[in-house]
């Protein structure tokens, strides 16, 4: 279930499987507003609104196909400044997500298992919550138990904004593979069936010259 680009071809191949009465929305790039904090309500949020059900498509690019680096920085829901730049030299995964959507809450142990196997091989996590506010998105970690940092993305889009025009996270949830450049390697649209996809781009990539 790839899209590969090649030295000797550019040839594209997308395999999609979204199940079925999933509704696929861009994310908003601009004009966030404040969501409801309260964690009860935002997990009892049933709709099929706002997200991709299951594995969709899974894009993989070459090396030699990368565009430039994605550069961003934006606040971890625990008041922090990251940059991605703080992670050159390492294979960074950027997870799209907010606490109300379904899919988002079923892969969250396959995130935390492929961050847990990576931990000490030079990957770095990264989750992107792109509407709830700080004390949310601190309880879906506790809830989830997320060893790795949120930033909020609500109030201005920053991460959403560097990857504008590029392989962007157009659904939630969306999983970016950045290489050790921070150039994107590859994306999944949708939520994942298990760790294994994740994990074969994570190791593939990281296998590379950097």
Not at 68 to 87: A, I, Q
Not at 171 to 184: A, E, F, H, N, Y
Request: charged share 20%.
């Amino acid at each position: 279930m790839t899209t590969r680009k090649t030295s000797t071809t550019r040839r594209a191949t997308t395999i999609s499987r979204v199940l079925a009465g999933a509704a696929v929305v861009a994310l908003a790039l601009t004009g966030c507003t404040s969501q409801n904090d309260d964690l009860a309500a935002d997990f009892g949020d049933g709709t099929t609104e706002n997200y991709i059900s299951g594995s969709g498509t899974v894009t993989e690019i070459a090396p030699e196909d990368r565009g430039d680096p994605v550069e961003f920085t934006s606040e971890t829901d625990t008041g922090e400044t990251l940059s991605r730049s703080d992670y050159d030299g390492d294979v960074v995964v950027l997870n799209f997500w907010y606490a109300g959507c379904p899919p988002c809450r079923a892969e969250a142990p396959d995130l935390e298992q492929v961050h847990d196997d990576y931990a000490d091989e030079g990957v770095q996590f990264i989750g992107v919550n792109v509407r709830d506010q700080a004390a949310t998105s601190q309880a879906f970690a506790r809830t989830f138990d997320v060893g790795y940092p949120s930033v909020v993305d609500t109030n201005d889009g920053a991460v959403q904004l560097a990857l504008a025009g590029t392989i962007a996270p157009n659904s939630v949830p969306t999983t970016i593979v950045l290489d050790q450049q921070g150039r994107i390697a590859a994306r999944i649209l949708g939520g994942l069936d298990g760790p294994s996809i994740l994990d074969t781009l994570v190791s593939d990539t990281l296998a590379e010259q950097s």
